[in-house]
């Protein structure tokens, strides 16, 4: 289970516009990734900017970098992703005794990664 600092550095990274479409891109990707020249070149984003968003995305546990001979791929951390998920819908609806109804479980097809 994620603590809420945790959690809390997540969501304030995915709070930001720029790194919020990164992370669109990143996720939508799948597991093979996407070159990071990719996203520059898709979103327009000077070089130095996007690896300050790269790296606070790395930090927060949502992405990690992969290289290949001479091309940097970013990757979803997806378990993490269903983790903060998890974390949010935790206690949905659990002090409403009055509403039969629960949220759904959020379930994620993304094979394991590691």
């Known amino acids: 289970m994620m603590e809420i ?5 997540s969501l304030k990274e995915l709070g930001h516009p720029t790194r919020l ?20 070149e898709q979103l ?3 070089g130095s900017t996007l690896s300050h968003h790269i790296s606070s995305l790395i930090s927060a ?20 992703l269903i983790e903060v998920i998890q974390f949010l819908q935790d206690e949905c609806c659990h002090d409403d005794f009055n509403t039969p109804i ?3 479980d959020i379930k994620c097809a993304i094979p394991d990664q590691h």
């Open 21 to 40: 479409l990164i992370y669109k891109k990143v996720v939508k990707a799948g597991l093979p990734g996407i070159p990071v020249g990719n996203i520059q």
């Open 61 to 80: 546990g949502l992405i990690f970098q992969r290289r290949e001979s001479r091309t940097l791929f970013c990757v979803a951390e997806y378990q993490h």
């Open 102 to 104: 629960k949220c759904p």
């Open 44 to 46: 327009d984003i000077p």
């Open 5 to 9: 600092e945790e959690v809390a550095k």
